[in-house]
């Protein structure tokens, strides 16, 4: 009998549910190029809905849609405010200095969450020619390299108001704001209200194959329409990957709490073998950051003994990311649990 697999590594990992497939099945289709695609075109409306923006546009994946946000906020040449470890500046190959042609100016944020005055700080303006001016904010909600942590809508609010002050269009990077949504208990247009652009992802918590849909007022939208096409956003039947994306977008919030509880009791459970490896005050949504530093220098050798117990999971320097998602269930909450402590053991002792 085949031993069973736990896998933590992302939700990205979730395959569609049999109602996705259905839905598969039975999307009608077109040319989403020429925007004759229904079932795309569903999907942007829902999420016009969704977000409260004026358009939205159904693209291939969230690294795309930044580069789209970038290019069509006009950043090239000019400084992009961003979060420390942001994914927009750490994990998407540069593009947005690359493609997007914008330097980057990170700040560091507090659990990912930027202080508004440091915003302000960070501000630069036109008047000297020594220096890029910035162009725009970038702000990550949920935000992954800081477990999951999410941005409240208050220091959102007084961010927007510091950059429409100074005249600087604000993005999010959303690629779990449903997961935020969730957790603040609001719906995501009540966060979107303090950005111009915003987008959000289709393939992790929500469980759909493939994609993210960007969203903005016409006018952006339209520069960001232009820009994806030039990145090869364009798409032709492609109601076969927004069809599952719509039957996610039902009703999320239930399954996107029952991921954060799985979290949570992930979370107790490692604290429950030492309280050091996890900081559980921090632990919001679905993503658990294990710290094993104090056992080992490099989580490799622990991440490997866990992976050959069937718990798959990521790491980085001494961190062990694992992330909860509509595969995982209780069980495999107890399991990772289990042969975690088991394979912490000798370098417990070795401490």
Known sequence: MPKPVYDFRSDTVTLPTPAMMEAVARAPLGDSGRGDDPTVNELERIARELTGKEDALFLPSGAMANLASVLAHDCRGGEAIVEEVAHIYNSEGGGLSVVGGAVPRPV???????????????????????????????????????????????????IHDIAREAGIPVHLDGARLLNAGAYLDVPIAEICRHVESVWFALCKGLGGPVGAVLAGDGAFMTKARRAAKMLGGGMRQAGLIAAPAIVALKDPYPV????????????????????????????????????????????????????????????????????????????????????????????RKAA
């Open 256 to 347: 996107l709490r029952r991921d954060h509880a799985l979290a949570q009791a992930l979370a107790r459970g490692l604290a429950a073998i030492d309280s050091s490896l996890v900081d559980l005050a921090h632990v919001q949504t679905n993503i658990v950051n294990c710290f094993v530093d104090r056992f080992a220098p490099d989580a490799g050798a622990i991440n490997a003994a866990l992976r050959e117990r069937g718990v798959l999971a990521n790491h980085r320097r001494s961190k062990i990311r694992f992330v909860t998602h509509y595969h995982i269930d209780e069980a495999a909450v107890a399991a990772a649990v289990r042969h975690f402590a088991e394979v912490l053991e000798p370098f």
């Open 108 to 158: 560091k944020g507090r659990y990912g969450t930027l202080e508004p005055a440091d915003v302000k700080s960070a501000i630069r303006g036109a008047g000297d020619l020594a220096l890029a001016p910035t162009r725009l904010i970038c702000l990550e909600n949920t935000h992954n390299a800081s477990g999951g942590t999410v941005m409240p809508v208050a220091t959102m609010a007084a």
